[in-house]
């Protein structure tokens, strides 16, 4: 143990500005690890020096990668960039008063207390975290989201607000305005509006970049109020942006104090001094990990339930970023890190015995937050309380699965805060660059999520063509082989059967089932 304690002491990264240590005692590297590591580190911090002087960080999309800038206009590599971001935020923060004042209100009501994200990916992620994180009793608007095209999650945040939709705002986020899931969601609340007798512009704000179509859609209209995004920041990294700065500004949460915190974070994780920076500590335990240990999945457990959506905010951040196919030189890698985990000490009940005893193919990554209430807490027995057992579990936990030769890092808050919370976000994301540079790859493309989009779309197309072919042919049914050779698709004979299928058993298009009991027997016809 003694041995332990030192190990403590010597690797233990503090950053007592933020309230913030980091501890990677419980990582297995040897003494020689950190110093060998040295010169790629250090590399890596210029080549975020470059990133945050304006550097053309996403050569696919010959753009830059900015959102440093967010919560440190200064640093931007041009005075129209900098005067952007602080007029935005400025407007930011007088929309939200003006919503609290009660100077904007909705078409039939005397306030918007209700506020409705429509976004996907980084557009609701970040938002969605900070909410929980940050959000509770006394704030001045709820929050709800749809992030999604699933009709059935339309009708169940619909349902929440039935009879409350003259008092909701409406947030639409899409940085290329085109977006398929937030506009399938858009015309779906918009015609929810409609149906109440209510105009959707007088409810709405978009979120977007100018000139998008969804730019010119909320301008034609008159929307309430018109937010941008910039080309240089990306979704998941988005949440300094308006993107979340909106919503947790209505909510009431302390956004300058977000900006404080991750601004200060960024500080310290410019630090050339590895031992004292926090995510040049965490990218080489990354790096250590994955490449040293062959150890790939990154297991976060935060031992607190408002930073439940922590790991979920992560898997995009991360996994986003980090899994990609080849590096920059064009050599195939296949690398990534794959992110899960839920809360402590709900994870005690549920994953954490296969961390003790099953494959040991992770490092687990604990998030504690010391300060919790206010008010003094009810003793559970023995002179002991809730908050006393939650810390216990955790190094309990810890302490048990460095016995089973389970590594972990420990990352302790002072407190839970906005400030710390944008901190913490600040960290990982500064951690993801720096970690992509150490295995020379771009984090700032996506190009499989762009496949995946690309393959959809042609998906729809096909299912457009089915059904012009079934309506041409009304009186006739047919199996998804004779549709697929009519309209001379024969390799996409399975495609057809599940779009088939689907829309049998919605009953949108009018298309029903005429028997069989197997994928080749069933026929189609539009009724």
Same mark, same amino acid.
């Given at each position: 143990?003694?041995?332990?304690?030192?190990?403590?002491?010597?690797?233990?990264?503090?950053?007592?500005?933020?309230?913030?240590?980091?501890?990677?005692?419980?990582?297995?590297?040897?003494?020689?690890?950190?110093?060998?590591?040295?010169?790629?580190?250090?590399?890596?911090?210029?080549?975020?020096?470059?990133?945050?002087?304006?550097?053309?960080?996403?050569?696919?999309?010959?753009?830059?990668?900015? $959102?440093?800038?967010?919560?440190?206009?200064?640093?931007?590599?041009?005075?129209?960039?900098?005067?952007?971001?602080?007029?935005?935020?400025?407007?930011?923060?007088?929309?939200?008063?003006?919503?609290?004042?009660?100077?904007v209100?909705?078409?039939?009501?005397d306030?918007?207390?209700?506020?409705?994200?429509?976004?996907?990916?980084?557009?609701?992620?970040?938002?969605?975290?900070?909410?929980?994180?940050?959000?509770?009793?006394?704030?001045?608007?709820?929050?709800?989201?749809?992030? !999604?095209?699933?009709?059935?999650?339309?009708?169940?945040?619909?349902?929440?607000?039935?009879?409350?939709?003259?008092?909701?705002?409406?947030?639409?986020?899409?940085?290329? +305005?085109?977006?398929?899931?937030?506009?399938? @969601?858009?015309?779906?609340?918009?015609?929810?509006?409609?149906? @109440?007798?209510?105009?959707?512009?007088?409810?709405?704000?978009a979120?977007?970049?100018?000139?998008?179509?969804?730019?010119?859609?909320?301008?034609?209209?008159?929307?309430?109020?018109?937010?941008?995004?910039?080309?240089?920041?990306?979704?998941?990294?988005?949440?300094?942006?308006?993107?979340?700065?909106?919503?947790?500004?209505?909510?009431?949460?302390?956004?300058?104090?977000?900006?404080?915190?991750?601004?200060?974070?960024?500080?310290? /994780?410019?630090?050339? !001094?590895?031992?004292?920076?926090?995510?040049?500590i965490?990218?080489?335990?990354? $790096?250590?990990?994955?490449?040293?240990? !062959?150890?790939?999945?990154m297991?976060?457990?935060?031992?607190?339930?408002?930073?439940?959506?922590?790991?979920?905010?992560?898997?995009?951040?991360?996994?986003?970023?980090?899994g990609?196919a080849?590096?920059?030189?064009?050599?195939?890698?296949?690398e990534?890190?794959?992110?899960?985990? !839920?809360?402590?000490? /709900?994870?005690? $009940?549920?994953?954490?015995?296969?961390?003790?005893?099953?494959?040991?193919?992770?490092?687990?990554?604990?998030? $504690?937050?010391?300060?919790?209430?206010?008010?003094?807490?009810?003793?559970?027995?023995?002179?002991?309380?809730?908050?006393?057992?939650?810390?216990?579990?955790?190094?309990? /936990?810890?302490?048990?699965l460095?016995?089973?030769?389970?590594?972990?890092?420990?990352?302790?808050?002072?407190?839970?805060?906005?400030?710390?919370?944008?901190?913490l976000?600040?960290?990982?994301?500064?951690?993801?660059?720096?970690?992509?540079?150490?295995?020379?790859?771009?984090?700032?493309?996506?190009?499989?999520?762009?496949?995946?989009?690309?393959?959809?779309?042609?998906?729809?197309?096909?299912?457009?063509?089915?059904?012009?072919?079934?309506?041409?042919?009304?009186?006739?049914?047919?199996?998804?082989?004779?549709?697929?050779?009519?309209?001379?698709?024969?390799?996409?004979v399975?495609?057809?059967?599940?779009?088939?299928?689907?829309?049998?058993?919605? +009953?949108?298009?009018?298309?029903?089932?005429?028997?069989?009991?197997?994928?080749?027997?069933?026929?189609?016809?539009?009724?």
């Open positions: 143990m003694t041995n332990l304690w030192q190990r403590y002491q010597n690797h233990l990264c503090t950053v007592e500005s933020i309230g913030l240590r980091v501890d990677i005692s419980r990582m297995a590297f040897n003494d020689n690890y950190l110093s060998d590591m040295t010169g790629p580190i250090s590399q890596a911090l210029q080549a975020m020096d470059s990133l945050e002087k304006g550097g053309k960080a996403n050569p696919d999309e010959d753009r830059m990668v900015g $959102h440093y800038w967010l919560r440190n206009p200064a640093l931007a590599p041009t005075t129209e960039i900098k005067e952007s971001i602080e007029q935005t935020q400025k407007a930011i923060k007088e929309f939200a008063d003006d919503v609290h004042a009660g100077r209100i909705p078409q039939k009501a306030g918007f207390y209700i506020a409705l994200v429509i976004g996907i990916g980084g557009s609701a992620l970040g938002p969605q975290f900070v909410d929980d994180a940050l959000g509770g009793s006394g704030e001045s608007m709820l929050l709800r989201f749809i992030d !999604n095209t699933d009709p059935d999650g339309f009708d169940q945040i619909l349902s929440e607000l039935d009879g409350s939709l003259h008092e909701t705002l409406t947030i639409v986020v899409s940085k290329s +305005g085109g977006t398929i899931e937030t506009h399938n @969601a858009m015309i779906e609340v918009s015609s929810a509006y409609e149906r @109440a007798g209510l105009e959707f512009a007088k409810h709405a704000v979120i977007t970049c100018e000139n998008s179509k969804l730019h010119r859609k909320a301008t034609n209209e008159n929307w309430l109020q018109t937010f941008p995004i910039w080309d240089w920041v990306g979704g998941r990294t988005s949440v300094f942006s308006a993107v979340g700065l909106l919503p947790a500004a209505l909510q009431g949460i302390d956004v300058d104090a977000m900006l404080e915190g991750a601004s200060m974070c960024d500080k310290s /994780t410019r630090d050339e !001094n590895i031992s004292s920076n926090p995510a040049a965490l990218a080489l335990m990354w $790096h250590y990990s994955s490449r040293i240990r !062959n150890k790939k999945n297991v976060i457990l935060p031992y607190r339930d408002r930073l439940l959506l922590f790991s979920r905010y992560l898997q995009q951040l991360v996994m986003e970023s980090i990609k080849t590096d920059r030189d064009g050599a195939v890698i296949h990534g890190l794959t992110v899960f985990g !839920n809360k402590g000490t /709900t994870d005690q $009940h549920a994953l954490v015995q296969q961390l003790q005893e099953g494959r040991n193919d992770f490092f687990t990554t604990f998030i $504690h937050a010391q300060a919790a209430r206010a008010d003094k807490s009810a003793d559970v027995g023995n002179g002991m309380t809730a908050g006393d057992y939650l810390s216990a579990f955790l190094y309990g /936990t810890r302490d048990a460095y016995r089973a030769d389970r590594e972990s890092i420990t990352i302790t808050l002072d407190s839970l805060n906005a400030r710390s919370i944008g901190a976000m600040a960290l990982f994301e500064r951690a993801v660059g720096l970690y992509a540079e150490l295995l020379n790859i771009n984090a700032y493309h996506q190009p499989g999520v762009e496949m995946g989009k690309k393959s959809a779309s042609e998906l729809i197309e096909l299912l457009q063509s089915v059904l012009a072919y079934l309506n041409d042919n009304r009186q006739t049914s047919f199996s998804a082989e004779q549709v697929a050779q009519a309209i001379n698709q024969n390799e996409q399975e495609s057809i059967y599940h779009s088939l299928e689907n829309t049998a058993a919605s +009953g949108e298009h009018g298309i029903e089932r005429d028997g069989g009991t197997t994928p080749g027997s069933k026929k189609y016809q539009a009724g």
